[in-house]
């Protein structure tokens, strides 16, 4: 399914080929053992140069800095983020690498490893990241084997919502210090919903999402407003605290025509982060 109502600049392309053009271009560098190999910021930077002269839907720097930065406030370092649209593996690479360096000094301490992680495994945190085709799946893991991250990060194929339960299922996850929202927009709020279901949400778990606007995800960012100022807990009594984040665009989409009230702004990305301050049933607010 392609994207449903974004995406509409010709520059973007989608499922083309451009996907397996990335992945030759990486391996075949010339530096691609010297350089790129175990070395997640030169992965990014490399796959940057690429998407941005071919138009990709992957994360840009600036909103992986943005997302990184907020991860690197919270406090105890996040140890578990789901991603919901893997992609090509872009964002998993940069949340791969951001919880590993977060939680470098604290690998000692076996305490802070959480039961989830398997005692063999050298990390102390973990990724997972959800893609629903085979391709981009096999182009991620690929892409994160090169990085060095494929002790942190796990590609999960299949629709978003099963990847959930089974996570939850086989006790992969029990509940995730960040969720990362950046797949099809008519299933952001559907998946919130199972999220909340599966008990996956904490007191305190961050919430981020992606293209929340134009034409965006109004659904999705109702339900969490509403919840926020207590006109409605959600069906789970959640109540969530919303932020807003408004980046500059990267690559040049120029959003202000599909947008009229943005029209002075000729490149911006948005990302929200909603935090999770409830339980159910609870009247937390933060
Ligand atoms: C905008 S891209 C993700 C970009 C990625 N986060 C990055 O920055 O590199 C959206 C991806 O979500 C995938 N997708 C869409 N709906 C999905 C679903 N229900 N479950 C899992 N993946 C889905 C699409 O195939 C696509 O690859």
């Not at 002790?151 to 194929?157: A, I, Q, R």
Request: aromatic residues 8%; proline residues 6%.
């Amino acid at each position: 399914m392609p994207p449903p109502d974004s995406f509409t600049s010709d520059t973007f392309g989608f499922n083309d080929g451009r996907e397996a053009g990335l992945r030759d271009y990486i391996f075949s560098r010339a530096d691609v053992e010297t350089t790129l190999r175990n070395n997640p910021q030169a992965i990014i930077d490399a796959i940057s140069a690429y998407t941005s002269q071919k138009g990709m839907i992957t994360l840009g720097r600036v909103k992986i800095n943005k997302c990184t930065d907020l991860l690197a406030r919270l406090d105890p370092s996040p140890k578990t983020l789901v991603e919901l649209g893997c992609y090509v593996g872009m964002s998993a690479l940069a949340w791969g690498d951001a919880l590993k360096k977060l939680n470098a000094t604290t690998t000692s301490d076996q305490s802070q490893i959480p039961s989830q992680i398997p005692s063999g495994g050298a990390s102390p945190c973990k990724v997972f990241t959800t893609e629903l085709h085979k391709t981009f799946a096999s182009i991620a893991r690929d892409l994160i084997a090169l990085a060095g991250l494929d002790d942190t990060v796990t590609v999960l194929e299949g629709p978003a919502k099963e990847s959930l339960r089974a996570l939850k299922a086989t006790g992969q996850i029990d509940t995730v210090d960040v969720m990362f929202f950046d797949h099809w927009k008519d299933a952001y709020l559907p998946d919130l919903q199972a999220c909340e279901d599966l008990g996956i949400f904490r007191k305190g778990s961050l919430i981020l999402a992606d293209n929340t606007d134009i034409p965006g995800t109004p659904d999705f960012n109702r339900y969490l407003e509403d919840s926020s100022t207590g006109q409605n807990k959600g069906r789970s009594g959640y109540q969530y605290h919303v932020e807003r984040h408004e980046t500059e665009a990267e690559m040049g989409l120029p959003m202000s025509s599909a947008c009229p009230e943005k029209k002075n702004v000729k490149n911006w990305w948005e990302v929200s982060n909603y935090r999770n301050s409830g339980s159910p049933g609870s009247q937390f607010s933060i």
